[in-house]
């Protein structure tokens, strides 16, 4: 059965059609990673239906897709390109800066400590 053509969500349509070329996967092994047919890969990207929320959910999963970006293109594509991934990227990089930092400084506080003791000892 055939979905009214003003019902289709063109734009979702659009951005499965581009994750499918992006994968560089023919429509036969881009609808088996998605766990679909080939015929409903082909009838979504030529908007002659809707993606399925079990389409839409194999795409998130096994491409990485943000699933604000495949159903409203807004945000970032892919997964790993969203801030959240990065922050936390970033925050246990700066964790380890910031031990490595309070190691050097309890080194150079000894170290001052040393060098104080040293000078004052001359000076006596």
């Not at 990207?45 to 399925?52: E, G, L, S, V």
């Not at 800066?97 to 080194?107: D, G, M, T």
């Amino acid at each position: 059965m055939s979905t009214p053509e003003e019902l289709i969500d063109v734009e979702v349509c659009k951005n499965i059609a581009t994750i499918q070329k992006e994968s560089g996967l023919n429509q036969t092994d881009f609808a088996a990673k998605c766990k679909v047919s080939q015929k409903t890969i082909n009838h979504v990207i030529n908007m002659k239906q809707n993606a399925r929320i079990d389409l839409i959910k194999a795409i998130v999963k096994e491409f990485g897709v943000s699933s604000q970006w495949l159903l409203f293109t807004k945000g970032q594509k892919y997964k790993k390109d969203e801030p959240k991934t990065s922050i936390l990227s970033d925050l246990t990089e700066l964790k380890t800066h910031v031990l490595a930092l309070e190691k050097h400084r309890k080194f150079t506080d000894n170290l001052i400590k040393k060098l104080y003791a040293e000078v004052r000892g001359q000076q006596a």
